[in-house]
């Protein structure tokens, strides 16, 4: 055979062996990834033996796919170690944590998808107290998501979603400024073609916004929005989409003061075609197929809504009957979704009360009451309850359970942020606590009485002695808790003016020594345009801005341990070190100061964005020695004095606006301060780039422009240093 004929023969044998072998190992692969995944659905809580097992596995096939260069193999093994979280019940911060891990190794490998897929889930598993985090990792996947020019099915689907969390997030935390523009970018996102329920969905967000800024134009603008959004033909709207709908439609009405009657016109076809517990006979019931059962879910959120619609229009009789239709085929659809279980109750218990069917509300509020103990429900659903429960038991002259049901409900409704509900519970709550309190006098005088009869004739010396006694402890008794709760309130404003070492020092020798400190680092705000802003704004506007920058900013030094000094008009003080050195740093200080612009920043875009006078910030920090104590004897206060304070005053003087300024002395103690991460990259063995989560990166904690020397009032030239977050 002629050489040339043998080299390419060779050659194609090569190439073919090289082709199959690949993928004969990349099916291998997908084999085991099916099985692994498999394993983890039917891991059960607490089978922490199964979960290493997983884990090790997981590791196994990490290592078989950087050898085959999976990538999605490798990102699918670190995202298997999420097992030992199961395994073990993990909160939600833990399993935030893990995809946000999972989202680095995605991006260290090259794989944009599944960052942005990571980082979205790392803000779906935030959990409801970590709103900002929640808010910050989705935007963020969102963003990755844009950039990898994508527009496959599944990542649409997954920047629905994204979305979808995202609009109910800034809802959550009525952010109106971050709703509308994120809804707004839902609806102009060029690669997602929103469904007419995405549309409604985000009409209905920005409806919201402009009801809270008392915009009744715009309002007007986007209820008709939704009106029209909900009547245009849609052949891939179903059943359970127009339902879902029809509430979005009912809610936008009566928020403008819609009919009842404009309502059942506009969806009388979908509410026609509801079906009510008669029409899922028994024999239905045993074989419930998921036809059926989305078929009773419909008619279950029509039902709610209609019920949920009267009760606000004060036809209770309506709104009984809807509401317990609903019940009854919340049992029929199951599992229980027991927030929206509780809440139905809650609404028939207020129908039947209103209604005068006592004995049934309190049989449908225990109920609720049971369930909501169990697995819990809304501030609002739970302060409705206890208050009805208020309502019952101070009808039947249960004051010891009234009393108990309106101490719960003033709390939740606390919780919920409903101050004119709170209002009315305090009101309701001291006229409960003056009729208990007459009720126990009434007691007392009635037994005395008793006994005055029956021992009239034995009456002696030793008698009058006794009640003497017994009357004299009752005031001792009374006064020593008048004078306990007057002290109690009397530490916790004194907590409030001073440091809590100090504070003790006062209450215990009538004094406190001042006290010199070494090392105290001193930070001075200034707001730029003060004078300006405050003509242009009334002095109730002007007191209400000054407050909001301020409680931010007493907000942010508190979480970092740093104590604040005093305000002076527009300006603001605090200081790091002290009255306990270990409580802060002067790099603590310098983050504060960072948040302080940050938060001023962002202030003012909300204010421009509304055409309000925004303020402007100057801020100067110098570290050394001072004097703290506190002096008089009348309003007497917390305060620093020595030529550390002075120089921190002209740092920020010889600031400029939205820049912290920095004294050499300071820059000289932060500016070796690094932060750490928890994933780097490493060499692996064949010469590629891998990661290793136990080594750990460092990195500079700020960045700094030196000023050179600047001319400081007072102080001559003095070296300065603008610092940044790096």
């Given amino acids: 055979m002629h050489p040339n004929r043998i080299l390419l023969c060779t050659t194609f044998l090569f190439l073919w062996v090289q082709t199959h072998g690949q993928q ?3 099916h291998g692969l997908d084999t085991i990834k099916d099985q692994l995944r498999a394993r983890y659905m039917t891991l059960r809580l607490g089978d922490t033996a199964e979960a290493a097992r997983i884990i090790l596995a997981s590791d196994s096939l990490f290592e078989a796919a950087k050898k085959g260069k999976d990538i999605k193999s490798m990102i699918f093994s670190r995202w298997l170690r999420i097992a030992d979280l199961k395994a073990r019940g993990s909160g939600s911060v833990e399993y935030m944590n893990h995809y946000l891990q999972v989202a680095e190794v995605a991006r260290l490998l090259g794989d944009t998808v599944s960052w942005g897929i990571e980082t979205g889930k790392a803000g779906a598993n935030s959990g409801a107290l970590a709103i900002d985090s929640c808010i910050k990792y989705l935007k963020s996947g969102i963003d990755i998501l844009r950039t990898s020019h994508d527009t496959s099915q599944v990542l649409v689907d997954k920047v629905k979603h994204f979305y979808s969390l995202l609009l109910d997030k800034c809802a959550e935390k009525k952010d109106l400024y ?7 970018a839902f609806l102009s996102e060029p690669h997602v073609a929103a469904s007419s329920y995405d549309r409604m969905q985000a009409y209905g967000h920005l409806l919201r ?13 986007y209820v008709q929005r939704i009106r029209d959004t909900y009547l245009e033909p ?4 179903n059943r359970m989409m127009r339902v879902m709908m029809f509430g979005a439609v009912a809610d936008a009405y009566l928020l403008r003061g819609g009919r009842m009657d404009d309502i059942m016109e506009l969806a009388g076809r979908d509410i026609g075609a509801s079906e009510t517990p008669a029409d899922f006979p028994e024999a239905v019931r045993r074989t419930a197929t998921v036809e059926i059962k989305q078929r009773a879910y419909a008619s279950l959120v029509i039902h709610e809504t209609l019920g949920s ?5 004060n036809k209770f009789d309506s709104a009984a009957y809807h509401t317990g239709l609903a019940l009854q085929l919340q049992d029929l659809v199951g599992p229980w979704n027991y927030p929206r279980h509780i809440g139905l109750e809650v609404a028939q218990g207020e129908a ?6 006592f004995p049934e509300t309190r ?5 609720a009451d049971s369930v909501c103990r169990e697995w819990g429900c809304t501030s609002a659903d739970n302060a409705t309850l206890q208050l009805y429960l208020w309502r019952l038991d101070s009808m039947d002259g249960r004051w010891p359970s009234a009393a108990m049901h309106l101490y719960q409900a003033n709390a939740w409704a606390d919780s919920a942020r409903t101050a004119e509900h709170k209002t009315v519970f305090n009101g309701h709550l001291f006229d409960l606590r003056l009729k208990d309190e007459q009720q126990k006098a009434e007691v007392r005088q009635l037994s005395t009485q008793a006994d005055a009869d029956r021992q009239r004739a034995l009456r002696n010396i030793g008698f009058t002695f006794a009640g003497t006694v017994l009357l004299l402890l009752t005031g001792l008794w009374r006064q020593r808790n008048r004078i306990s709760r007057a002290r109690k309130r009397s530490d916790e404003l004194l907590l409030n003016i001073l440091p809590e070492e100090v504070a003790e020092e006062l209450k215990i020798n009538g004094t406190a020594v001042a006290r010199h400190f070494e090392q105290a680092t001193i930070l001075f705000t200034d707001f730029k345009g003060f004078t300006e802003a405050s003509e242009k704004l009334t002095p109730q506007e002007l007191v209400e801005e000054l407050n909001t920058c301020f409680k931010a900013f007493d907000h942010i030094i508190t979480a970092r341990g740093i104590e604040k000094i005093k305000t002076i008009g527009d300006a603001y003080m605090c200081a790091g070190g002290l009255p306990d050195p270990k409580t802060s740093s002067p790099a603590d200080v310098v983050h504060a100061a960072l948040e302080m612009q940050a938060f001023m920043t962002g202030r003012k875009t909300e204010r421009d964005a509304l055409g309000l006078p925004a303020f402007e910030m100057r801020v100067g920090i110098h570290t050394g020695p001072v004097v703290a104590g506190i002096v008089g004897v009348k309003k007497f206060q917390y305060d620093i004095w020595g030529d550390t304070v002075n120089t921190a005053s002209r740092m920020e003087s010889s600031g400029e606006v939205g820049q912290v300024n920095i004294s ?8 070796d301060e690094v932060v750490s991460s928890q994933l780097s990259v490493v060499g692996a063995g064949d010469g590629s780039r891998t990661t290793d989560n136990q080594q750990l990166a460092t990195s500079p904690a700020f960045t700094f422009t030196p000023r050179g020397k600047v001319q400081a009032k007072g102080k001559g030239e003095m070296e300065m240093y603008f610092v940044q977050q790096a």
Avoid: I
Wanted: charged content about 20%; overall charge negative; aromatic content about 12%.
């Fill in 363 to 367: 049989v449908w509020l225990m109920r």
């Fill in 178 to 184: 971050l709703l509308y523009m994120t809804a707004h």
């Fill in 209 to 221: 916004v402009f009801q809270a800024a008392d915009r009744p134009d715009s309002v007007d603008h």
């Fill in 664 to 671: 050499e002395s300071t820059y000289a103690l932060v500016r």
């Fill in 352 to 357: 039947l009360y209103n209604l005068g069917r």
């Fill in 234 to 237: 849609d052949p891939e709207r």
């Fill in 24 to 26: 004969m190992a990349a």
């Fill in 309 to 313: 619609l009267f009760l606000a229009q």
